[in-house]
């Protein structure tokens, strides 16, 4: 069987592909080539721009003047370091994003579960509800956590605690789908060998679905972390303040007033402390399943000798 | 018993989760819209029964979207910039996931780790690299300066409808390009073999197998980043600042969070979630059809 992409002839040097680009530089892979490189550059050159000023050494934001650390923890005042709102800001995105994991994740993880084994007549209902924070525009629930906390629900008030209460609301989902995706890949057939040897539902569920389940927990919890740190519109609704304002309200605020290099530095530590979760998540899924992948790998090289 | 009640179980405290933080508080927008004004406190008073609604708001609220109303330029604004911001998407969207679905190669996993980068920055974080570059001595205009497009630096940030929508492009187009390539991944090559191989050439190939089996991606994708859109305040408010580019969600805000009148504000908070729902419904019905006519195929 040949594919398209197959017909074109294989291992053309780099010369005559280099000359291939001069004589027709809008063939149809050529141009999707252009566009793509240039949507990625595009994409990212401007971020990473903005990590450059995070180190620059005057107060500007967009003319480079050199290289310092200055707005880290150099400057006595105006640093990340130093100076107390940003760093109360970060502590209070931490603190929410821890929270919210500890919350969202075992809640998250119990309703994938229950969702993808239970048939009853409440399922369809849950999972579609389930569904909807992720098509509600997060000005939606912002306004409605924060009238349900200030008409309702007032012992809760707006601050903190509203604010994790507001995260967890629209993370639960996020664990549910994640979980839910490796439910569904591992079929039901390791616990119905468990209760074949007679293993309880109980015991099935902790100890042959649970650790089965471990890759995708730390995924989503890795996740919810992010989602977390990242979040705006939620946290700046339910804030009650100063106190309770997270990085990005800080950056919100700092670009309408008058910006320093500063929110660039913090900025850029909250987005290395994101990817640095994320790709850790992303190991741990790794070796977690490795086995696995190692088993499939000789499963299908068995049927491979199989066959001959 | 038991085991007919486990797995419900599991999912109850998920359930019940939702239930008070997602359904209640949403209701609570409709009995705030739909409820009076305390006339001391001016603090709004909910009305929680359907049936002692009072229409009075909600109707001044509709009065206001109505033409010559003052959330009208507004509306119109919002679906201007999100059907532009829309198109924009999908022209530069749908050729990188084309051609990272169809010609990716050995590159694939890296194009797609690129790809999925930036959502994983901060929404703020790469709207204020733009605030940087589109500062008045920022590169954006020192480039054009030196390149004599512009004889003098330009005010981007100064309230210019252009930039909201490059914003918004920049800001919504991985969440569309996911869905893209996943739905032109799916395509089965052999139907561009077989629509190849009776004649059909690239372009026609593309217009009549590619583009109608990538339509559940391009309608899905637009979906996710038109909602969001509609509801967006605050990268007008960080690019722009003012009035002359607030959109709906701007509104909402504002009667929140500038001069306090939440009653008005849960009143535009109601009918834009109305509006969203039409829009949904629209995509289900859609979709619905879609399957149907694979089904009756």
């Not at chain 1, 349900?148 to 007032?154: L, N, S």
């Not at chain 1, 507001?166 to 591992?186: N, Q």
């Not at chain 1, 042959?208 to 519109?233: K, Q, W």
């Not at chain 2, 899905?220 to 990268?235: Q, R, S």
Request: aromatic content about 12%; some cysteine.
């Amino acid at each position: 069987m040949t594919t398209i992409a197959e017909q074109r002839p294989r291992g053309i040097s780099t010369w005559s592909r280099a000359s291939g680009w001069v004589r027709n530089p809008w063939g149809r892979p050529r141009f999707l080539v252009l566009i793509t490189w240039a949507y990625i550059v595009w994409s990212i050159v401007p971020v990473l721009i903005a990590v450059q000023f995070s180190f620059n050494a005057t107060r500007s934001r967009s003319v480079w003047q050199g290289f310092s650390t200055r707005w880290y923890w150099g400057d006595p005042v105006d640093s990340v370091w130093h100076d107390p709102t940003l760093r109360h800001a970060a502590v209070q995105s931490l603190k929410l994003a821890s929270a919210d994991v500890l919350i969202a994740t075992p809640i998250g993880v119990l309703l994938a579960i229950g969702l993808a084994r239970w048939m009853g007549w409440g399922a369809r209902p849950s999972n579609f509800l389930m569904l909807f924070p992720f098509v509600t525009p997060e000005i939606v629930m912002g306004v409605s956590l924060l009238l349900v906390f200030t008409h309702v629900f007032t012992f809760v008030g707006a601050g903190t605690d509203a604010q994790i209460l507001g995260h967890v609301t629209f993370s639960i989902s996020y664990v549910v789908v994640i979980v839910r995706g490796r439910l569904f890949s591992i079929g039901r057939q390791y616990e119905e060998a468990a209760a074949d040897l007679g293993a309880s539902p109980t015991v099935a569920l902790t100890r042959v679905l649970l650790p089965l389940l471990t890759p995708a927990i730390v995924a989503s919890a890795a996740v919810v972390f992010a989602i977390s740190l990242d979040d705006f519109v939620i946290s700046q609704w339910l804030s009650s303040g100063g106190e309770t304002d997270t990085v990005p309200i800080r950056i919100y605020s700092a670009t309408r007033a008058a910006p320093l290099p500063s929110v660039n530095a913090i900025a850029t530590v909250m987005m290395v402390l994101t990817l640095l979760s994320l790709a850790l998540a992303f190991l741990a899924w790794r070796v977690f399943t490795r086995e696995e992948r190692r088993a499939r790998a000789g499963q299908t090289k068995d049927l491979a000798v199989f066959e001959l | 018993m038991y085991r007919r009640w486990l797995w419900p179980g599991f999912a109850l405290p998920g359930i019940l989760w939702l239930v008070v933080l997602f359904v209640v508080p949403f209701y609570a927008v409709v009995a705030v819209a739909f409820g009076t004004v305390d006339p001391i406190l001016s603090q709004p008073v909910p009305i929680w029964s359907p049936l002692q609604w009072n229409v009075g708001w909600i109707v001044e609220v509709l009065h206001r979207f109505a033409p010559g109303g003052t959330f009208f330029g507004p509306s119109v604004r919002t679906v201007e910039y999100v059907a532009s911001s829309l198109a924009l998407c999908l022209l530069i969207g749908y050729p990188v996931a084309y051609y990272i679905a169809r010609h990716g190669g050995r590159m694939r996993s890296l194009l797609l780790v690129l790809i999925i980068l930036p959502l994983w920055i901060s929404y703020l974080m790469r709207m204020l690299a733009w605030v940087n570059l589109l500062a008045t001595d920022g590169y954006v205009n020192r480039f054009l300066t030196f390149t004599h497009v512009l004889s003098q630096p330009r005010e981007w940030l100064g309230g210019e409808p252009s930039t909201v929508v490059l914003a918004l492009v920049y800001g919504y187009i991985p969440y569309l390009i996911l869905p893209l390539f996943a739905a032109l991944d799916r395509i089965d090559r052999s139907h561009l073999e077989a629509a190849r191989d009776l004649g059909a050439s690239p372009l026609s190939t593309f217009l009549h197998v590619t583009l109608p089996l990538s339509k559940t991606g391009i309608l899905g994708g637009a979906v996710l980043i038109t909602l969001p859109m509609f509801g967006d305040y605050y990268t007008p408010n960080i690019v722009s600042g003012t009035p002359q580019t607030s959109m709906i969600g701007n509104q909402i805000d504002l009667f929140f969070h500038g001069g306090p009148q939440p009653t008005i504000g849960a009143g535009i908070t109601v009918v834009l979630a109305l509006f969203l729902t039409v829009l949904m419904a629209y995509y289900m019905w859609t979709i619905h059809r879609a399957s149907r006519d694979v089904a009756a195929v």
